[in-house]
C-alpha cells in the first residue's frame, strides 16, 4: 500500500509584478477566477505535472536546486497548500517538520506552547502530557520550560518545535532541511531519531540539500527540476545524476566569469598598436597561474590587495608576483592568445573531481622571434594561498624560443586537491622575471569531492589496523 500518492498535480502562483483588480475577492474566491482569469504571463507554475507514489515504510528523498519545487510539493503533500490541479492522497497521521515551531506564541512559556503545537498537530491534552518529558529532555530545555518563548535563542526555538513534531508519532514523517536546528550532538540525536522511524517501519519524506542523508538514509529519491521530474529511482542513481548536471551548469557558469575576467584584463592593459584576440566563450575553464621567474620567489604564500599602476591607469609589472591580485600585464612580445583547461575526456571543464587528471592548453604567438622566454603556471585557493607553482626554468629546462605561433601543455596526472575553489595563473616571461604576458587569477577551477576532508592538499595514502581493531568502508 502507498502512503503517499502524486497524480499529475500541478501548482501555479500568481505573480506580483502588474496590478490586476478583481470584482471582489470574495467573487475571485468563489467563481474560481483568482488565477483562471489571468494571462499565462501573470502566473507561475511551480510544479509542472508531477506524479509518484511513497509505499508504506518507505525513507523517500527528494532533491533539487533552489526554485526547483521541492518545498511546494512537501507543503502539497502536508495539506498547507491545494495543488491547481492533479490529486495528492496521504494515508495516516502526518507530521510535517517545514516551519519548525509554527504557531509558538512568543509570550507564553515553553510549556505551554508545547500543549498548544501538539494540538496543532492532531494530538490530545492527554497524549502531549504523556509525552512532555521526553520532548523537553529531547530538546534539552528542562531548565528554560517555564520561560516565555520569547526569551528563547533562535535554536532553543527550533528544537522545542523540532522535539514536538518528532513526538507526535505520526505514520508519515516530512522534513524540509531542518536538521540544522542544533550543534553536533544533536544532530546525531536528530538522525539516530530518523532511523528509529525507519526500523518502526513509518514512512518519511526527506527533503534536503545534503546528498549524503540521501543515499545514506533513503530507499528511493527524485530529482525536481524546475517543477519536472529529471528522475527517479535508486538514490546513488539519481544523486549521480543531479551531480553531473550541477557539475554542467556551473562549468557553464565558471566559463562565463572566466571570459568576462579575461576580457576585463585584456581591456585595462591595452597594448599600442595591438589588441589581445582571447576568445570571448573559451569552452573550457582556463585554469592556470604563472609563477615568478626568479629562482626563489620572495613570497609564494600571499595575496596582496592592490596592483601597480602607471600614471595613465595602465597596468604594470609588481615587485613580486605572488603579491599582485586578479589581473594582466606585459610587454606581449609574446602574448597569450587562448587558454584551455582539460578534464579527464580531454574536453575543456572548469569543474575537476578530486584525483582526475588536469591539462592546461595555452596558445602563444609572437610577431618577432624571441629567443628568451619562460612559461610557467600556478594554482592558488580561494584565500590567495599558493598551492602550487612552476615554470620550465625552475625545472631546469634552458631559456625557450618561440617564433609565430605555438603550443603549451602542462598536464597534472592526479589533481590531489580537497574540495573546494582555485585560482590558476598562467604566464610567459624572460629568465630575469620581465612579464611578456601575465595572467593573474583570471581563470577559475571548482574541485569536487564526496569526501569531507580539511586543507588544500590530498596526497595519496592508505589506513592500516592490526590487532583488536576493527574499521570497514575505508578506501585509500
Same mark, same amino acid.
Given at each position: 500500500?502507498?502512503?503517499?500518492?502524486?497524480?499529475?498535480?500541478?501548482?501555479?502562483?500568481?505573480?506580483?509584478?502588474?496590478?490586476?483588480?478583481?470584482?471582489?475577492?470574495?467573487?475571485?474566491?468563489?467563481?474560481?477566477?483568482?488565477?483562471?482569469?489571468?494571462?499565462?504571463?501573470?502566473?507561475?507554475?511551480?510544479?509542472?505535472?508531477?506524479?509518484?507514489?511513497?509505499?508504506?515504510?518507505?525513507?523517500?528523498?527528494?532533491?533539487?536546486?533552489?526554485?526547483?519545487?521541492?518545498?511546494?510539493?512537501?507543503?502539497?503533500?502536508?495539506?498547507?497548500?491545494?495543488?491547481?490541479?492533479?490529486?495528492?492522497?496521504?494515508?495516516?497521521?502526518?507530521?510535517?517538520?517545514?516551519?519548525?515551531?509554527?504557531?509558538?506564541?512568543?509570550?507564553?512559556?515553553?510549556?505551554?506552547?508545547?500543549?498548544?503545537?501538539?494540538?496543532?498537530?492532531?494530538?490530545?491534552?492527554?497524549?502531549?502530557?504523556?509525552?512532555?518529558?521526553?520532548?523537553?529532555?529531547?530538546?534539552?530545555?528542562?531548565?528554560?520550560?517555564?520561560?516565555?518563548?520569547?526569551?528563547?535563542?533562535?535554536?532553543?526555538?527550533?528544537?522545542?518545535?523540532?522535539?514536538?513534531?518528532?513526538?507526535?508519532?505520526?505514520?508519515?514523517?516530512?522534513?524540509?532541511?531542518?536538521?540544522?536546528?542544533?550543534?553536533?550532538?544533536?544532530?546525531?540525536?536528530?538522525?539516530?531519531?530518523?532511523?528509529?522511524?525507519?526500523?518502526?517501519?513509518?514512512?518519511?519524506?526527506?527533503?534536503?540539500?545534503?546528498?549524503?542523508?540521501?543515499?545514506?538514509?533513503?530507499?528511493?529519491?527524485?530529482?525536481?527540476?524546475?517543477?519536472?521530474?529529471?528522475?527517479?529511482?535508486?538514490?546513488?542513481?539519481?544523486?549521480?545524476?543531479?551531480?553531473?548536471?550541477?557539475?554542467?551548469?556551473?562549468?557553464?557558469?565558471?566559463?562565463?566569469?572566466?571570459?568576462?575576467?579575461?576580457?576585463?584584463?585584456?581591456?585595462?592593459?591595452?597594448?599600442?598598436?595591438?589588441?589581445?584576440?582571447?576568445?570571448?566563450?573559451?569552452?573550457?575553464?582556463?585554469?592556470?597561474?604563472? *609563477?615568478?621567474?626568479?629562482? @626563489? &620567489? #620572495? +613570497? !609564494?604564500?600571499? %595575496?596582496? /590587495? $592592490? =596592483?601597480?599602476?602607471?600614471? *595613465?591607469?595602465?597596468?604594470? @609589472? &609588481? #615587485? +613580486? !608576483?605572488?603579491? %599582485?591580485? /586578479? $589581473? =594582466?600585464?606585459?610587454?606581449?612580445?609574446?602574448?597569450?592568445?587562448?587558454?584551455?583547461?582539460?578534464?579527464?575526456?580531454?574536453?575543456?571543464?572548469?569543474?575537476?573531481?578530486?584525483?582526475?587528471?588536469?591539462?592546461?592548453?595555452?596558445?602563444?604567438?609572437?610577431?618577432?622571434?624571441?629567443?628568451?622566454?619562460?612559461?610557467?603556471?600556478?594554482?592558488?585557493?580561494?584565500?590567495?594561498?599558493?598551492?602550487?607553482?612552476?615554470?620550465?626554468?625552475?625545472?631546469?629546462?634552458?631559456?625557450?624560443?618561440?617564433?609565430?605561433?605555438?603550443?603549451?601543455?602542462?598536464?597534472?596526472?592526479?589533481?590531489?586537491?580537497?574540495?573546494?575553489?582555485?585560482?590558476?595563473?598562467?604566464?610567459?616571461?624572460?629568465?630575469?622575471?620581465?612579464?611578456?604576458?601575465?595572467?593573474?587569477?583570471?581563470?577559475?577551477?571548482?574541485?569536487?569531492?564526496?569526501?569531507?576532508?580539511?586543507?588544500?592538499?590530498?596526497?595519496?595514502?592508505?589506513?592500516?589496523?592490526?590487532?583488536?581493531?576493527?574499521?570497514?568502508?575505508?578506501?585509500?
Amino acid at each position: 500500500m502507498n502512503a503517499i500518492e502524486v497524480r499529475d498535480v500541478h501548482k501555479a502562483y500568481r505573480r506580483y509584478g502588474r496590478r490586476r483588480q478583481f470584482g471582489t475577492l470574495k467573487s475571485a474566491l468563489l467563481g474560481g477566477r483568482l488565477l483562471r482569469d489571468l494571462r499565462p504571463d501573470e502566473t507561475f507554475e511551480a510544479i509542472k505535472g508531477v506524479s509518484f507514489d511513497v509505499p508504506a515504510g518507505r525513507t523517500f528523498g527528494i532533491v533539487g536546486r533552489n526554485g526547483s519545487g521541492k518545498s511546494t510539493m512537501l507543503k502539497l503533500i502536508a495539506g498547507i497548500g491545494r495543488p491547481t490541479a492533479g490529486t495528492v492522497t496521504v494515508r495516516g497521521r502526518v507530521s510535517a517538520l517545514i516551519e519548525l515551531g509554527a504557531g509558538f506564541h512568543p509570550e507564553i512559556s515553553g510549556r505551554e506552547n508545547v500543549f498548544i503545537n501538539g494540538m496543532m498537530l492532531g494530538l490530545t491534552r492527554r497524549e502531549i502530557a504523556a509525552r512532555f518529558d521526553a520532548i523537553v529532555a529531547f530538546a534539552e530545555l528542562e531548565e528554560f520550560i517555564d520561560a516565555p518563548v520569547k526569551t528563547y535563542s533562535s535554536g532553543m526555538y527550533m528544537r522545542l518545535g523540532f522535539a514536538v513534531a518528532i513526538h507526535v508519532d505520526p505514520d508519515v514523517l516530512l522534513i524540509d532541511e531542518v536538521l540544522a536546528v542544533g550543534d553536533e550532538a544533536f544532530t546525531h540525536k536528530c538522525l539516530d531519531k530518523f532511523a528509529e522511524f525507519r526500523r518502526k517501519g513509518r514512512t518519511v519524506l526527506l527533503v534536503t540539500h545534503s546528498l549524503d542523508l540521501v543515499t545514506r538514509f533513503c530507499d528511493e529519491a527524485l530529482w525536481l527540476d524546475a517543477g519536472l521530474v529529471r528522475i527517479q529511482g535508486d538514490p546513488r542513481r539519481v544523486v549521480d545524476a543531479y551531480l553531473q548536471d550541477v557539475a554542467k551548469a556551473e562549468n557553464a557558469a565558471l566559463g562565463r566569469a572566466a571570459a568576462g575576467a579575461v576580457q576585463a584584463a585584456a581591456a585595462a592593459a591595452p597594448v599600442e598598436g595591438r589588441t589581445a584576440e582571447v576568445p570571448v566563450e573559451p569552452p573550457a575553464p582556463a585554469n592556470i597561474s604563472g *609563477s615568478a621567474a626568479a629562482d @626563489e &620567489p #620572495p +613570497d !609564494m604564500f600571499k %595575496a596582496e /590587495e $592592490g =596592483r601597480p599602476s602607471t600614471s *595613465s591607469g595602465r597596468p604594470e @609589472e &609588481p #615587485p +613580486d !608576483m605572488f603579491r %599582485a591580485i /586578479e $589581473g =594582466r600585464w606585459g610587454s606581449r612580445e609574446v602574448e597569450i592568445t587562448a587558454v584551455e583547461v582539460l578534464g579527464r575526456d580531454g574536453l575543456p571543464t572548469y569543474v575537476f573531481e578530486s584525483g582526475d587528471p588536469l591539462e592546461i592548453r595555452l596558445r602563444v604567438e609572437a610577431p618577432h622571434r624571441v629567443t628568451d622566454v619562460v612559461f610557467g603556471v600556478g594554482i592558488f585557493n580561494a584565500e590567495g594561498v599558493c598551492c602550487y607553482g612552476t615554470n620550465t626554468k625552475i625545472e631546469g629546462a634552458a631559456s625557450g624560443e618561440l617564433i609565430g605561433a605555438g603550443d603549451v601543455r602542462f598536464a597534472i596526472d592526479r589533481l590531489e586537491l580537497v574540495e573546494g575553489t582555485y585560482k590558476l595563473d598562467v604566464a610567459a616571461h624572460r629568465e630575469n622575471g620581465a612579464a611578456y604576458d601575465y595572467h593573474r587569477l583570471l581563470y577559475t577551477i571548482r574541485v569536487t569531492s564526496r569526501l569531507r576532508e580539511a586543507g588544500i592538499y590530498r596526497p595519496p595514502h592508505r589506513w592500516t589496523f592490526s590487532g583488536g581493531v576493527r574499521i570497514t568502508g575505508l578506501s585509500s
